[in-house]
T-cell receptor, first 116, second 115 residues
Framework: DTGVSQDPRHKITKRGQNVTFRCDPI?????LYWYRQTLGQGPEFLTY????????KSRLLSDRFSAERPKGSFSTLEIQRTEQGDSAMYLC??????????????FGPGTRLTVT | AQSVTQLDSHVSVSEGTPVLLRCNYS??????LFWYVQHPNKGLQLLLK????ATLVKGINGFEAEFKKSETSFHLTKPSAHMSDAAEYFC?????????????WGLGTSLAVNP
């Protein structure tokens, strides 16, 4: 399967701990996105990369959140000093940016974070 | 600014009857529009996309959507619902013309299909 993969699929952590999630995009895709989704809501944009450059971060993104894509392939999302409000599904998506036309995003299965 | 409104949070239909999920958008330019589906405990899957070509867009699993600029709508339809169609559906608009950089999501419509 050459789709977007995420690891782990589930994470339970205690408040105050740090967590790190990994996303492996579709191999030829140069754009990678992170979203957060809570129950009954649509995905909320967090940040995105084009190759290794982080081009945009949501203003809603706390400074406890950091993302990297060091070699322009996989990406990690770290949450420091987790809070109960961080409990959500964290989604990764990738796309192939084209000079013209629309490039749809392909989503991974998500990482479900529960902060106790 | 771009926005999208899904007019129904829940829709319930009987198996074999038509499905209509309504979506209105707001955009200052010709938008790119998408419908995604999310089955329980599964990832988001692209159903179809509008790219300023044909206004009637056909997607997977028998779904289609019609872009109506005069009504700023992009409603999703299917002639005959199947039990496997029960899921959450999201209408999405891109945040800029052409190569979408960021997606603006509706709140979703939960579709129930009754036997």
């Amino acid at each position: 399967d050459t789709g977007v993969s995420q690891d782990p699929r589930h994470k339970i952590t205690k408040r105050g701990q740090n967590v790190t999630f990994r996303c492996d995009p579709i191999s030829e895709h140069n754009r990678l996105y992170w979203y957060r989704q809570t129950l009954g809501q649509g995905p909320e944009f967090l940040t995105y990369f084009q190759n290794e450059a982080q081009l945009e971060k949501s203003r809603l993104l706390s400074d406890r959140f950091s993302a990297e894509r060091p070699k322009g392939s996989f990406s990690t999302l770290e949450i420091q000093r987790t809070e109960q409000g961080d409990s959500a599904m964290y989604l990764c998506a990738s796309s192939l940016a084209r000079a013209a036309g629309v490039s749809e995003q392909y989503f991974g299965p998500g990482t479900r974070l529960t902060v106790t | 600014a771009q926005s999208v409104t899904q007019l129904d949070s829940h829709v319930s239909v009987s198996e074999g009857t038509p499905v209509l999920l309504r979506c209105n958008y707001s955009s200052s330019y010709s938008p790119s529009l998408f419908w995604y589906v999310q089955h329980p405990n599964k990832g988001l899957q692209l159903l179809l996309k509008y790219t300023s070509a044909a206004t009637l867009v056909k997607g997977i699993n028998g779904f289609e959507a019609e872009f109506k600029k005069s009504e700023t709508s992009f409603h999703l339809t299917k002639p005959s619902a199947h039990m496997s169609d029960a899921a959450e559906y999201f209408c999405v608009v891109s945040d800029q013309a052409g190569n979408n950089r960021k997606l603006i999501w509706g709140l979703g419509t939960s579709l129930a299909v009754n036997p």
